[in-house]
């Protein structure tokens, strides 16, 4: 056996696997306003990218110190999302899905234009939040931000994990999201907790958004980011949490081991084909709820 091609398998493997828990991040985004709000947020990709370039300008152009310049966007990234919740999303409770749906692709459209409107269509480098130093194990080459950006992922995502679990917010947030008629008559203010829901997926898709511009480049294409989480949360299960971490490491390995034995292009083939294919055996996703409907 090849040794070479045995290091070379182990370092796209490894580098695909810490990639995911970056993935995993955008596909958190999209499984908690779902689960509460029943709504698939189109929105998420251009959240993710506003959250950087406002890292970006309290960062560079106003000379910010990393952390909190990283705070501050994450602040302002929550300020917005009650902003959204107010004035766009409640006034449209209790109508069909679609409106909802098409309200997000609405505002997915306006931060996409404001961004472009305010810092162009130009790349631009952003300082690192987290050390580069690469990781040298043998003959196995680690980028240094694939693993500090997996080490954020997997610490949020754990904490994420603990929340719902045990806290009484994340115990309230997951009734509601379960059967929000009950929830009501135990209580619960369901308008809370889904406007909390819509600044926890804004606050993760912020945190994805940074990690992600900190590790490449900034520029409105990081909105498109988003939609590899489309086959994440797909193949997981819109509603699974659990689902979105597993499929997130799959479509990282996925990912990475095309890109480096197939060319950068088939990155973007190889994965949805996988999925597909799962999806024709399992069309509610690995962990998914089944949902049947009685006609």
């Known amino acids: 056996m090849d040794m070479a091609r045995v290091y070379e398998f182990i370092e796209f493997s490894t580098i695909g696997l810490l990639s995911g828990g970056v993935l995993a991040l955008v596909a958190l985004s999209f499984v908690l306003v779902y689960k509460g709000t029943g709504v698939v947020n189109f929105a998420v990709g251009e959240v993710m990218m506003l959250g950087a370039y406002l890292y970006y300008a309290a960062h560079v152009t106003f000379g910010l110190a990393p952390v909190p310049a990283f705070v501050l966007s994450l602040a302002a990234i929550a300020v917005l999302a009650v902003l959204v919740e107010r004035m766009v999303l409640r006034p449209l409770s209790g109508q069909p899905t679609v409106s909802v749906l098409m309200a997000t692709i609405g505002m997915a459209s306006i931060v996409h234009g404001t961004v472009e409107a305010i810092w162009g269509g130009d790349t631009f480098t952003v300082p690192p939040l987290l050390p580069r130093m690469p990781l040298n194990l043998g003959e196995v080459l680690i980028p240094g931000t694939a693993i500090g950006n997996f080490a954020v992922a997997a610490v949020l995502i754990g904490a994420f994990i603990a929340f719902f679990r045990y806290s009484k917010t994340g115990i309230a947030l997951r009734a509601t999201a379960s059967d929000p008629v009950t929830a009501a008559t135990m209580g619960i203010d369901i308008r809370h907790a889904q406007r909390l829901t819509w600044i926890l997926s804004s606050l993760v898709g912020t945190v994805a958004g940074v ?16 939609l590899a989480a489309f086959a994440v949360i797909i193949l997981g299960g819109l509603d699974s949490i659990v689902g979105a971490i597993v499929a997130s490491l799959i479509v990282g390995w996925l990912d990475a081991v095309a890109a480096g034995y197939l060319g950068g292009k088939a990155r973007d083939l190889v994965p949805y084909v996988v999925v597909l294919a799962i999806l024709v055996m399992r069309p509610h996703g690995i962990f998914g709820t089944r949902s049947i409907e009685r006609l």
Do not use: H, K, V
């Not at 990690?211 to 988003?226: D, Q, V």
């Open 211 to 226: 990690l992600i511009a900190t590790s490449a480049n900034l520029s409105p294409l990081l909105a498109s980011t988003a």
